[in-house]
T-cell receptor
């Protein structure tokens, strides 16, 4: 059966360091992989999208990699700040349409001052 | 441009009752998807509507239903509520449509959700 795993439920890092979050999937051939940020009591907010023919995508302090051979995506936040503290969700989109996303369980990131 | 609006924000219902949640997508978005989020199961896809037709459905019982109106607004209904239906219900809209395979605009815009508590 299809499975998506984010390997850490929680991750604590020191301010200024790079946070690296992992998303692994099995029995799935995604067209796209997306990363969202979710704050308590609020809906997820889109951060980055990477297509299956792309290896890496960057946006300001964020970087996403996508390895379809390893079936893994890595999400990096460089120069992390306490304001980056949130839950980060990866989502697979087999149709490439964002109309039916399959989400991982999320990683709760805490950036310590 | 206004974002995705969900009403109500909070709701308390009794077991056995039914509930209707509402979602207004971003203007111009015709696809509306619904998700259930619980601490145990995470974010799970319920169903998706486009042009008043259900296009995709997740693995939820028939007690969960929805509809979409001609102005793209959507409602979801849960009948015969159970304690396990307590969750954050999220609605998302996107510019994608069934004919645009691998469309360029593929991000989903989420509302703030409706927190449903069943007692």
């Amino acid at each position: 059966s299809q499975k998506i795993e984010q390997n850490s439920e929680a991750l604590n890092i020191q301010e200024g360091k790079t946070a690296t979050l992992t998303c692994n999937y099995t029995n799935y051939s995604p067209a796209y992989l997306q990363w969202y940020r979710q704050d308590p009591g609020r809906g997820p907010v889109f951060l980055l999208l990477i297509r299956e023919n792309e290896k890496e995508k960057r946006k300001e302090r964020l970087k996403v990699t996508f390895d379809t051979t390893l079936k893994q995506s890595l999400f990096h936040i460089t120069a992390s700040q306490p304001a980056d503290s949130a839950t980060y969700l990866c989502a697979l989109d087999a149709q490439g349409s964002a109309r039916q996303l399959t989400f991982g369980s999320g990683t709760q990131l805490t950036v310590l001052p | 441009k206004a974002g995705v609006t969900q009403t109500p924000r909070y709701l308390i219902k009794t077991r056995g009752q039914q509930v209707t949640l509402s979602c207004s997508p971003i203007s111009g978005h015709r696809s509306v998807s619904w998700y259930q989020q619980t601490p145990g199961q995470g974010l799970q896809f319920l169903f998706e509507y486009f042009s008043e037709t259900q296009r995709n459905k997740g693995n939820f019982p028939g007690r969960f239903s929805g509809r979409q109106f001609s102005n793209s607004r959507s409602e979801m209904n849960v009948s015969t509520l159970e304690l396990g239906d307590s969750a954050l219900y999220l609605c998302a809209s996107s510019l994608s449509n069934p004919g645009s395979h691998r469309a360029m605009n593929t991000e989903a815009f989420f509302g703030q959700g409706t927190r449903l508590t069943v007692v």
